[in-house]
């Protein structure tokens, strides 16, 4: 786990049971699929074993297909940048999401990587296949997500070619007719007849509405947020 986080949490979590003048010594009881991600045992471990999962997948059928000519879409939030910093802290000030506090979060720029992930895309690279990123972050917080990323090593063009946000206020939450253009974003760039082999994300909108000639990986983030794709969010499967 990271001490560093819990211990700026705990100090974050006393702070403010000393201005609602509760006894200092009060511990902060998170939510359990924060305390459960936030914590990491069990949660890492499930990341990465999705990811190993999804890793054999795109492996073997690249054996089967040209190089350059399949792609996998993943998910941001849950997905591949862990958040439970920004739920950790709205629960210890008594708060829940709102679209302002988020968008503050992502101008920090602090979102960690999921366990996994990180190998997961350089097997995608290596193996000849295209790292697309279809989120509903919005398109004002795009230029401090790719800064997010790329402290974390994900640069545009090196690690992933597209990452689609989502535009407020009249863009739609179903990321349907994002998938739909990402063969051509791809065909404009030189990638012509481009298959989508594979959807990775943690919430149940993070694949096509419609089943198709893929197969999608669920990454599991104890119910922190969303509607998730865990049928059992949590410790366990
Ligand atoms: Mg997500």
Redesign the pocket.
């Known amino acids: 786990m990271n001490r560093a986080l819990l211990a700026s949490l705990l100090l974050l979590a006393s702070c403010a049971s000393t201005t609602a003048q509760q006894p200092a010594e009060t511990t902060m009881v998170f939510s359990p699929g924060v305390a459960w991600v936030l914590e990491g045992k069990g949660w890492a471990e499930e990341a990465e074993a999705v990811f190993a999962d999804a890793t054999d997948y795109i492996q073997a059928e690249a054996e089967t297909r040209v190089p350059k000519s399949w792609a996998v879409v993943l998910?941001?939030?849950?997905?591949v940048i862990n958040n439970v910093q920004y739920q950790a802290e709205r629960e210890t000030l008594g708060e829940s999401y709102t679209s302002e506090s988020w968008y503050d979060w992502t101008q920090r720029e602090e979102a960690t990587l999921v366990p996994g992930v990180a190998d997961f895309l350089a097997a995608v690279n290596t193996a000849g296949g295209h790292v697309t990123f279809v989120?509903?972050r919005s398109d004002t917080e795009q230029l401090a997500t790719e800064n997010n990323l790329a402290a974390l090593g994900l640069t545009r063009g090196e690690d992933f070619r597209v990452l689609l946000t989502r535009a407020r206020p009249d863009g739609v939450s179903a990321k349907d007719a994002r998938y739909d253009i990402l063969p051509a974003m791809l065909a404009a760039q030189g990638y012509p007849d481009v298959d989508i082999i594979a959807y990775l994300?943690?919430?149940v909108g993070?694949k096509p509405a419609e089943a198709g000639d893929w197969t999608f990986f669920c990454i599991d983030?104890g119910a922190m947020?969303?509607e998730p794709c865990a049928a059992v969010p949590g410790p366990g499967q």
């Not at 998910?75 to 997905?79: F, G």
């Open positions: 998910d941001l939030d849950e997905t989120t509903n994300g943690d919430n993070d983030q947020y969303g």
